[in-house]
T-cell receptor, first 115, second 112 residues
Framework: ETGVTQTPRHLVMGMTNKKSLKCEQHLGHNAMYWYKQSAKKPLELMFVYSLEERVENNSVPSRFSPECPNSSHLFLHLHTLQPEDSALYLC??????????????FGPGTRLTVL | SQKIEQNSEALNIQEGKTATLTCNYTNYSPAYLQWYRQDPGRGPVFLLLIRENEKEKRKERLKVTFDTTLKQSLFHITASQPADSATYLCAATGEAGTALIFGKGTTLSVSS
């Protein structure tokens, strides 16, 4: 596998379920990101990790819980979500944090539907 | 708060024409801007980066300009093709310097 991969590609869950999104990057990058993309809205940054340490958390509800066990893997744990959380969740990575002029490489996304 | 604005939600042009997309930024001065392409159901793909001290950057049929006076970047696709149809996103580093802030994007449709 090359680039950034995300699983699952599609997920339907009820409001009481617990699920996890997985992201893996095969690029040797040190920074990883979670974004939420809703229709007609800009990409919303959720979490930023650099060398497995969380460096930014943009006021994301606690029902979203990130985990970065190593520099290649990033998870987003979901529990008791709301229908408005339905969106495309994108993972990205970059060589270093974006402030150092680094392009971001995105995965294909997980299309999440909360019923 | 810092904003990246792409005011045109959609742009429709004919094949062979030049497409021009606009990106404006407010409340801060990013050191550089990036442009990405996103196809339906896929993640964005990086196209070009331009620094504030560069007036213009080119890559094949793509050209990006950066006007710090107007606080604006223009993205041009010359000799456009139906395969260029996609959503184009403008992005810049936020003040925290850790991640990118994205505009809503402009969806380009090129008809043959």
């Amino acid at each position: 596998e090359t680039g950034v991969t995300q699983t699952p590609r599609h997920l339907v869950m009820g409001m009481t379920n617990k699920k996890s999104l997985k992201c893996e990057q095969h690029l040797g990058h040190n920074a990883m990101y979670w974004y939420k993309q809703s229709a007609k809205k800009p990409l919303e940054l959720m979490f930023v990790y650099s060398l497995e340490e969380r460096v930014e958390n943009n006021s994301v509800p606690s029902r979203f819980s990130p985990e970065c066990p190593n520099s290649s893997h990033l998870f987003l744990h979901l529990h008791t979500l709301q229908p408005e959380d339905s969106a495309l969740y994108l993972c990205a990575s970059s060589q270093a944090l974006a402030g150092a002029i680094n392009e971001q490489f995105f995965g294909p996304g997980t299309r999440l539907t909360v019923l | 708060s810092q904003k990246i604005e792409q005011n045109s939600e959609a742009l429709n042009i004919q094949e062979g024409k030049t497409a021009t997309l606009t990106c404006n930024y407010t409340n801060y001065s990013p050191a550089y801007l990036q442009w990405y392409r996103q196809d339906p159901g896929r993640g964005p793909v990086f196209l070009l980066l331009i620094r504030e001290n560069e007036k213009e950057k080119r890559k094949e049929r793509l050209k990006v300009t950066f006007d710090t006076t107007l606080k604006q970047s223009l993205f041009h696709i010359t000799a456009s093709q139906p395969a260029d149809s996609a959503t184009y996103l403008c992005a810049a580093t936020g003040e925290a310097g850790t991640a990118l802030i994205f505009g809503k994007g402009t969806t380009l449709s090129v008809s043959s």
